[in-house]
C-alpha cells in the first residue's frame, strides 16, 4: 500500500467519530468512497443504536462543583447522599452501597454494575484519566444497555485528579444532577465484496469508531487502512475464496457493529471460513501479536509463518476484545492480529491516540505480513482452518460475553 495513501487517510480522519454520531457517519461515507476510487463497490448497512444527548450533569461535592461528564443512557435525576469509595468486591465492603453515591476503580464493567444495583446503591461516579498528565480530560461514556438491561442509575465521570483530591480530602456528602434525552439512533457498517471462485468466504474486520477524546489514528484507522489496503491488493490478484470486507461501527461501544452484522447475517455465517480482524497496527513501537479464537494449530501455524517471511510476531489463543468475537462466538473461528504498544507507548481511548505514534513503514510491513497470511488462506483448496471452536474458548467467550463471570 502506497505510502501516500495511508498518510492521505489517517489525516483526513483525524477527528472524534462516536459511534452512532454524525462524525462516524461522515467516516462511513469517506471510507466507501476511498473504496470506490480504488475501484471497489462499498455499501453501507445501518444497524440500531442507543443514543443519548445529556442536557445538564453536575456534581457537587461537600457544597463544591467537580467538573464531571455524565453517563449517557443511565437515566435522569437528582440524588444526593453520603460518598462511599469501593476499592474491594466482597459482601461486607458492597453492603456498606447502601443508600450511596459510590466512587468505584476502573471502568464499570456488568458485574460490578449489578453488585451496586443489589446492595442498594443510588448513583455511581467513575475516573479516567492520569494523576501525572497536564490534561483534565474526562471521558464521555455511557450505561451500555446490555449492562443496565433496563435497571438504571445515574452516574457520572470525572478526571482522576479530582477522584483523588475526593478520598484525600476525606469528602462526606456528593450531589448527582443529571438530565438526559435518551432515543434510538443509527450506525453502519461499510462492506466491500470481493468475488472468488467458490461461494464460502474470508472475511475481515476492522472497526473505524473512535471514543470520544480519541481521533482513534492507531485504535483503529490504522485497521480500516489495512484492511483497505488488502482489499486493493486482492481486487488485483486472483484468489479462491470470496472476500468480504466490513468496517465495523460502534465497536467501541461494546462490538455493536460486528454483533449487529452477526444478528442480520446468520444464515449466511456458515459459508465463512475464517475472520480476520485488524485492531491497532503499525504503531512505532510495540510487539505484533495474532490471536487466534480458534483450534490452537493456527498458532503454530503463524508461528511458523513469521519465521519463513522473517517476521517477528507472538501468536497465542485466546478471545480478543474487537470485532472478531461475535463472529467466533457464533462459531466462526477468528483471528486478530494487532501491534501492541502499551499505554506508555501508544496510549488509546484518550486524546494521545492520534497520528504521532504511527509510522508509515510499520503500516506498510504489518499490512505485507497479513496479506501474505490471508492469501495462503483465499487461495487453500480447503481453509486449513478447523470450524469446531474449542471447549477452552467457548468458556473464555462465556466470560467475555458476559453468560458467566470470570472465576
Known sequence: MKAELIEKIFADTAYVRMGGSSEEFRAAEYIKNICSDLGLDAELE????????VHEAVLTVD????????????????????????TEGDRYSLSLCRGKIVLIDGTLGYWRYHELLDNGALGFITYDGNVNFVDNDIDNRELRTYISKGQKIPGVSINAKDAVSLINNDSKIAKITLKQDEYKGESHNVIVDIKGEIDDMIVFTAHYDSTSLSQGAYDNM???????????????????????????????????????????????????????????IGCIMGKFVACATCENSLVNYISYMGFELGFQVKAYQDVYSSDSTPFADKGVPAVSFA??????????????????VMKTKHMQKDIDFITAFASRMAN????????????NIKEKLDEYLLRKRKK
Request: net charge negative; charged share 20%; with cysteine.
Open 339 to 356: 501491534r501492541l504498544a502499551g499505554g506508555n507507548l501508544a496510549p488509546i481511548h484518550n486524546s494521545y491516540d492520534t497520528v504521532a
Open 63 to 86: 457544597g463544591k462543583e467537580i467538573p464531571c461528564k455524565g453517563y449517557r443512557c443511565s437515566g435522569s435525576a437528582e440524588i444526593e447522599a453520603p460518598l462511599y469509595y469501593l
Open 380 to 391: 487453500s483448496v480447503l481453509c486449513p482452518v478447523s470450524r469446531e471452536i474449542p471447549d
Open 222 to 280: 490504522s485497521g480500516c487502512i489495512g484492511l483497505i489496503g488488502m482489499a486493493e491488493y486482492f481486487s488485483k490478484n486472483p484468489h479462491r475464496y470470496s472476500l468480504r470486507f466490513i468496517f465495523c461501527g460502534s465497536e467501541e461501544r461494546g462490538l455493536l457493529g460486528s454483533k449487529a452484522y452477526c444478528a442480520a447475517h446468520e444464515d449466511e455465517l456458515k459459508n465463512i471460513a475464517l475472520v480476520i480482524n485488524l485492531d491497532m
Open 46 to 53: 445501518a444497524f440500531e443504536v442507543d443514543m443519548a444527548t
